[in-house]
């Protein structure tokens, strides 16, 4: 099985992926801030856009490697939301392929706990039942849910809808895999074996990710970097791309 890639752009190698129910193109608008200093390989995730799905009980693990079969042999990483995820797993498990790691509106574990901020476990239980119902429609209520926040969350809404209808549906088994993934993923302990620079960028008025996290995250990984965009709610790659791209820029140009 090979990713479907979009490559833009020229420079030093950095593999975009996207985060759950979505695909490359929505990395199309803000790309155009970053083509000019990388060559950007926009990644369609197992099941989504024009990529093949895996197996139904493929794991994070399985994700990964797929990943990895396809990127260069060396490159910097941006993860945004689930693909945050995998790209952590990635840096863990092959770290003299990774040159740099950066986490957007991500967390090494996106469910609830009682002594961990996150989305909770009842959301992601709805979600789950729903999607055998009407799958696409679950997508369009999570597109809402990732704005929820934002100064310009209409506007978000709008744009990842576009983004999404440029290619294929997403496949359902990969829909529900995906979920698994968030569901069940745990990269907490992981962070402490990180060995490639790290950047986590953040968004204020996210929901998914609370900003609690992100001061949670610092003690887990001291030695990373760390940014909260003000205003931005769960896509600040959408909504503030300028800010977002210069923060990006600095930190893997440095």
Known sequence: MSLYIERRGQGPDLVLLHGWGMNGAVWHSFAEWLEQDFCLHLVDL?????????????????????????????????????????ATQLAVQQPGRVRHLVTLASSPKFVAEPDWPGIKPEVLAEFERQLADDHLQVVNRFLALQAMGSEHAREDIRRLRDSLSRKPA???????????????????????????????????????????????????APASQSHIEAKASHAPFISHPEATARVIREFLLS
């Open 46 to 86: 197992p099941g989504f856009g024009e990529s093949p799905a895996l197996p139904a009980n493929a794991s994070l693990q399985d994700w990964t490697q797929a990943v990895l079969a396809v990127m260069p042999s060396q490159a910097s990483l941006l993860g945004w939301s689930l693909g945050g995820l995998i």
């Open 170 to 220: 997403p496949d359902p088994q990969a829909l529900a895999s995906g979920l698994a993934l968030l569901g069940q993923g745990d990269l907490r302990a992981s962070l402490a074996m990180l060995e490639v620079p790290l950047l986590r960028l953040y968004g204020r008025l996210d929901g998914l990710v609370p900003r609690k996290a992100a001061a949670l995250i610092d003690r887990l």
